[in-house]
Structures are given as C-alpha cells and as structure tokens.
C-alpha cells in the first residue's frame, strides 16, 4: 500500500529499504539494482533516521511493523521535521485497522508481558516492563501516546499491583514505583480516572523556549555524548550557530536540539559547528536573515526595481554556493531544492549568459 506523501524531486535514483526482514531486504535490493538503482538499507525507523542524515534518498521503501519505529511513525517524524521524500509502505498486513491494532497488541506486551503464542509471533514466554521493574522505578515516556483501549488496562494494574501477562491465566503481583512523562496536556489525551491516578505529585519541566539560558550547557554535554557515539572531535558551535540557537523557538524543545546537533556533527567531523553544517529547510533558518560576519558588504544582494528574475536568482545561487564553500548538496538543502534541480539551474543560467558569463561556481569540497 502507498502512504500519501508531498512529493519533492527526484537526484540520481537512490532508494533507501527500510525492513527488519533481512531476506526482504535483499530481494528488494536485487530487484533494483537490475535498474541500477542505489541503495541502503535500515532494520527500523529508528536506524532509518540515522542514515538519512548522510544518505540523501530519492525514495523510502519502509516495512510497516517494525521493532523500536514503526513505517507510520517513521514517515510522521519526516514530515514533522520537514523531509518530504515520496514514500511506499509494504506490509503483509490485511487492512491498516489490523495493521495503528497490531502496535497496540505490542504495547500491551511490553507493558504486561505475554505467554507464548498470545499473539501471532509470540514465540516464547516474556515478561513485561512492570515484572521487569519490581522493587524499582518505571518511566512511561510520552503516556499521551498512550492508545485509549490500554488506558483502563494500565489504570487496573496501577489501583491493584497485580499484572496479567497476554494470554496468560494467572495475575503477577509487581511493587514499582511509576513515573509517566509526556509533552502534551495530560489532561485531554488520558481517561480521566488515569489522568488523576498518575498525577498524584506532578513536576512541570519547562520548554526550551523558556530557559534559552540554558542551551550553552546542554549543548556541551550532547556533543560530548556525540563525539563518543561517532567518534567525531566536535570542540563547540560558534558564535553565530549560538546566536541562531537562541533566536530559534524549538518546538521539539531537547531532543530537537539534539537531532539538530547530531546531524551537524556528522556533517562537520571535527572543530567547531558553523551554519553551513545546520539543517537549513527543517530547521527553518532560510525563512530569516542571519548575517555573516565577513568585513564590507560581502556576501550581500543588493535588491532594486526591474532586476531581472534570473539575475537575481544567479546572484543568490552564487551567494549560497559562496557560502557553503561550494558543497552543491548542502547549497541545495538551504535552497529547499534537490542536487539535481539546482544542476539544471545552475546549467541554464549558464546557458542564458553564455556570451557573458557572470556566475562562477566554486568547485565542491
């Protein structure tokens, strides 16, 4: 079945297959390399998010159900953060009301447990997150999330301190004490009766928005997190990327700082992160101006009545490029637009100007 996307242009064929199913993987992959296709592979969303940020596909060919991120919640990530790759979903599933059903049969394992062959692919006896944290601390991230008919499920485990594994006859005393996180107002996304049973003793966190203050320090500690996962020498961000950071409202508060860090740190290696290494569409930075701090006038377009359209794209096609030290990719990611389409325009105004040329491309890093 195919997932709606908006659709952006296309580059050079490169197709991402994202599958836990590694037999799956590899027909896939076979059946397009006979096209010539390029492709990468990712055993869930979650690796699929990783990958992307060095491999810039054409095309996602996602699983729907999958470990840690499933195929909905991976293209929901892009499309909140701005990725409008086109997309095609696979799944062996029926119908997509057995399908947002399936995570729910996840979620209650997780939570409770199951019994060998409760569920299809239950293929041994597990024990769930409240057996797993007796006598300890369980955090329920983003309960908001939570599906409406494993609320009152929850709530019976949370007024009893009993657990019933799926599929299971018999009830499990637990003892944990419960934390549960979320983002959204609690109050209109749970029963109420769950809503009032969680929040006996409530700690409100405010956003990042609130406490920019604090971005210096938070950042240091996610890029010394980051150097140790990817081995990179990042040393800080510089002044103007900080300057930026605290204009900026994060609605994703900390883990969209994070997700921000991250690819910039693999884009840049080492030193110091600069604007050049920011996600400039996602991350909405090409909707303001933000200056360079170069001597005179540098770096500027001056604007004045009647200049033509194609001068004026010329000149900001060659400001770009200027910017980024010539990286075409990186150009064509500030610009909103693929390597392929800024090629071709870059070609045409060649082109156009042929007799005198006045666009001079800097060569890519």
């Known amino acids: 079945m195919i997932y709606p996307m908006p659709r952006k242009a296309a580059n050079s064929g490169r197709i991402l297959i994202v599958d836990d199913d590694e037999r799956q993987r590899n027909a896939l992959a076979a059946m397009l390399s006979d096209d010539h296709f390029e492709t990468q592979f990712a055993a869930d969303g979650q690796e699929a998010l990783e990958r992307l940020t060095t491999f810039n596909a054409d095309v996602i060919v996602t699983d729907l ?12 990530h892009l499309h909140k953060h701005g990725d409008l790759t086109p997309a095609i979903v696979l799944t062996g599933i029926g119908s997509m009301e057995k399908a947002a059903a399936l995570p729910e049969t996840l979620i209650e394992s997780e939570l409770f447990g199951h019994e060998k062959g409760a569920f299809t692919g239950a293929m041994e006896r597990s024990a769930g997150c409240f057996e797993q944290a007796h006598g300890g601390t369980l955090l329920l991230d983003e309960i908001g999330e939570m599906p409406p008919s494993t609320q009152p499920k929850l709530l019976r485990v949370l007024e009893d301190l009993r657990v019933r594994r799926l599929g299971g006859k018999h009830e499990i005393p637990v003892d944990a004490r419960v934390l549960a996180a979320t983002s959204q107002e609690l109050g209109t996304h749970l029963r109420e009766e769950l809503y009032y049973r969680l929040s006996v003793f409530q700690i409100v966190i405010p956003p990042l928005r609130e406490h ?138 060649r082109e156009q100007v042929r007799a005198t040329p006045v666009i001079s491309v800097p060569n890519p890093d």
């Open 65 to 76: 159900v999958m470990p840690r991120m499933d195929g909905i919640e991976l293209l929901k």
């Open 212 to 349: 920019k203050e604090d971005i210096p320090p938070i950042t240091e500690v996610m890029l010394q997190n980051l150097n140790r996962k990817y081995g990179t020498r990042i040393t800080g961000v510089d002044a103007e990327v900080l300057d930026v950071f605290h204009r900026y409202d994060w609605p994703g508060n900390a883990r969209e700082l994070r997700n921000v860090l991250e690819r910039a740190t693999i884009i840049a290696g080492e030193g110091l992160i600069r604007l050049r290494h920011l996600p400039y569409p996602a991350f909405g930075l090409s909707s303001g101006p933000y200056p360079r701090r170069s001597p005179g006038c540098e770096g500027s377009i001056m604007l004045q009545p009647g200049l033509p359209l194609m001068k004026l794209e010329e000149a900001y096609i060659k400001l770009t490029l200027e910017h980024v030290r010539g990286n075409r990719k990186l150009a064509a990611e500030m610009l909103g637009i693929s390597l392929r389409t800024l090629q071709n325009r870059i070609a045409a105004l």
